[in-house]
């Protein structure tokens, strides 16, 4: 598709042109199927090292990857929480129930973000057979609300979870972005979970996703990623543009910023006129209707030419 | 068991007389299993027509009639809504998740009680497929905080869901409780629903519960219920005595009724010492530790002795 | 229901009158629910000893009993084995399946009966991720076809079992009339098993069925049966019943026993005009249309005269 | 990988170039994601066409098509009956037991091909609830064993399905290689079918299989798969590699063709020792331990050299 740069999301972005490239290089000669290739061997290996993980495993797409992490976790019985904003509950069409058979419990956070505060006086009826148990702790990094957890919540959330016996599963379908605008290793960000996810996808790979098994235990384009931290150049890159978006909000007339920019995504709330006006010309989504609230994505391949365009229509629709 | 009558829960008391001589009397001779002998024929015949439903089916217990009922309402991405502290969400260990595999939605209420206004924000993500699509109400009727919906927030609550494409299931494990208290008839509170269950085993049944289909289509035990309305008798009186006992603690210092007394529970808050005390002589359920909540059910065998015996402790543990 | 002796099924019985009678006697005062009770825990406790068991826990029926079993010895990715003609392959409606996911191995028998040689070529595939891994042995003592396993068989079973690292689970829904048989004690059909199931409900229990588990870890009809060995009495006349008809049968022109008789069950081949001029007096069913076989069930209160009848009804309508 | 060619599967092949290059020459500027790029809406357009189908969907791998399209037949009490040695009983783990919970009844086959009469002993317990209710036949072309329906073998299973109230799914993973060899056209294969699936990774595209709908309602790649029907040269190559293995192997002392050579599929037998000695130098499955049956595949970049160099290989094994 040609034309304007979506803000739609960070999804809308093809593939890594490193990406397709790896796997055109790849592409030669036979190799043994399901995951039994050099490859994948390889990026698993290179993979579980940069978490200092136990194993990692491959999975076409990001609720895949969700529902593989918690049934790793999860006895028939148990349950699993997380914020009511919360990709697993809201976007996945219920699949974990579906899949697993577990109850997901929502929690309403005011900005994406769970905290161990909210969660305790949740932890009722252990032990009682009528009742759940409660056994997983799931959280986004980064959130749905673009927010992230400092490495001191993580550590939190970590300890609060070993006190309580609960499994801590970190959602990282944008975890390369948390890492950039953080500024840590993969590493750190994995320390206090026991399963995470690690989106390929959002980050210019064709239909991969990891799971990454902290405590025990993916393919020729994580290579790629991989290889000269591209994860992290395009994660960097897809947060600085944000971030001039934002900077470049600051003093546009009627547009209030909702969250904390602390990633890829800058959620703004304009007039209902603006935002028709604005979608006739480019592409994001509307988050809330109710309160004129709108999300603007970047990606690893977002010009800050395509920024300053946008930011240029954005002011220019405050006249019409 | 001998000893005291238990204030815990009306499924702390046996059987019905009437019942176990129903089922000592149907016991004579053969008859085909699985619901093919005479008196399933004629209590499913009776209870269709006690609710003008198109038909009823038999389930051993409270939980299975609710998986049962939701079950001939969804398909596989649909969703049901609840009330945050409904038995469906919180004491069924997550069955509706496991044997149906769909998601369940809790709602906070003020009072056991969905409204319509309540589910009318969380009716967005119609027609998205990464969305589950939210197709079944499920309301309580008596509520686990022993409210009643009115006839009038029956009909407003089928006229809502008419209007939005959803249906309605009623979870009728109090059911009689509800029509004993609102002074009508079955057929009144089935006529907004599209699927009830109704319970026996609260009522003096033995291991059985009935799934009402109000649109398309029990046993020996719900024949002996339906006669004389035996249903109704158990009923009044088990709200009779809970209306003598909140009556008897107007006057009483310390003890806070919390919710309006519609059924067969008094909610009441009242210092943790003397719910010490009294759980040391009677039986009954904290509902609420952090708030010093307890929940004091009545049964069909609850006695006007049981209640004001219960009542002078009650008085008594104040002066302790 | 009056009329006639059935010859369709020991489960179109009614229950037996000392069953009622506990029920009856236990229906005195409150008690707590959910198998929380005094005479659950009794029952419960008489189980496992009678059987060397760890634990006993009770359901409603035969179908949840083996849904229960199955889910204590898999996980998602494992399959149970079992005879062909078995219940829990024909009669189940797909519970295993639906309810745990797992894939059922169903082995052509020449009588019901598995054999370590039936299984042991379909042991291929271990450690392939494509493949489901066979881990539960199913038998049923009594097999559908009336057909009992020797303690020796059984012995046998159970070195192969652990030999391969199988799970042995019997299906017990007859397990009465198959000690009854074998003379021997239930503690003795158990010590090669890992769980078995125990059935009430053919042994004239009203809705109780137990799942028994040796390694690890019911109700006032349970205790009943237990006590003075009630079980094995129904079970040693049923199975002395159906031994009479078919000692009466051997005479018999036209008929032809087809399994040898084990327990309550007479499986027989006579023309298709006999079996429907029998059938309009008699209720049994026809088991194999295409070969004219019939099922002949005798229960706990089948009588000498019962059988007696029957037989010349089925003497009779050779001359018709 | 490099090295000699791979006749272990045809999924040990790469993706086909023209692919790759496909996915390159999309992967440019942004698009929307979830199947609603102008790729998907093309291919998916596409595919319909070719097949006379009223719609075709994209899903990750073989065993998803297989199970999104079962589920689209199936009612909770549904089973599908299919040969005991297809993909769907054997290589797929168990996917539409743990993901639908629908029983799988395998019927055994002599050549891995069912047919009507095989299923129709199996057409009993209708509108019995103890029963699962047979409703789809799920045959395959390719078959596991390589063999395939004639169009007059699909025709009588169309009208055996429809005289008997049962859908007809056609795993299609090979699909392609029947029409080179059955010299039809992909429509041909389709209209006795309710729901096919097409295999698009064993043609050489990447992660991509279609479900096609023939009576009610895919992407880049597949198109490049279709423009110029890629699909059908690389499957009449492959099929001809076959047929000059097979041809080769006449004459071949030692070495017996176990099945009919209709697709891209060699079965033989040969001593164990030969297996030994071949498998040191060459990738491919011994299919049957016990038989010392083998298996070779040829795929779409399968060269004459590679099969006459395995063919010399394979002369050259009898002599040591």
């Known amino acids: ?6 803000f739609g999301s960070d999804n809308h972005a093809g593939a890594h042109p490193e990406v397709v490239a790896a796997i055109a290089a790849a592409n030669t000669g036979d190799a043994s199927p399901y995951g039994a290739d050099e490859w994948t061997t390889r990026a698993a290996s290179d993979l579980a090292d940069a978490f200092g993980a136990a194993g990692a495993y491959f999975v076409f797409n990001g609720t895949a990857a969700n529902v593989l992490g918690i049934s790793l976790l999860l006895r028939p019985f148990g349950a699993v929480i997380c914020a009511e904003s919360s990709h697993l509950h809201v976007d996945e069409c219920g699949a974990t129930e579906r899949n697993l058979g577990n109850k997901v419990i929502p929690v309403p956070t005011p900005d994406g973000k769970l905290t161990p505060e909210l969660i305790k006086p949740r932890l009722t009826g252990r032990g009682d057979e009528h009742r759940v148990q409660l056994k997983v702790v799931e959280i986004a990094q980064v959130t749905e609300l673009g927010t992230c957890y400092s490495l001191d919540e993580l550590r939190r959330f970590g300890e609060f979870c070993r006190a309580e016996d609960l499994y ?13 605008y953080l500024g840590c290793e993969l590493a750190d960000l994995a320390s206090y979970a026991d399963v995470l996810t690690f989106g390929g996808t959002k980050n210019g790979a064709v239909a991969a996703e990891a799971v990454i098994v902290m405590r025990d235990e993916m393919a020729a ?46 959620f ?9 006006a604005l979608q006739r010309e480019w592409k994001f989504y509307t988050w809330d209707e109710a309160e004129n609230v709108v999300r603007w994505m970047t990606a690893f391949d977002t010009t800050e030419d395509d920024v300053d365009a946008f930011l240029q229509s954005i002011r220019a629709s405050a006249c019409e």
């Open 1 to 6: 598709m040609t034309g304007r740069k979506s």
């Open 268 to 276: 703004a709330a304009l007039s209902a006129d603006r935002i028709t």
């Open 168 to 180: 801590l599963l970190i959602d990282g379908a944008r975890l390369a972005n948390a890492a950039a």
């Open 221 to 266: 384009q994580f290579t790629a990623l991989l290889e000269d931290k591209l994860w992290l150049r395009g994660a960097l890159h897809a947060n600085a543009m944000a971030a001039r978006l934002a900077a470049g909000l600051a003093d546009a007339p009627g547009v209030t910023i909702r969250y904390a920019v602390q990633s890829n995504a800058v």
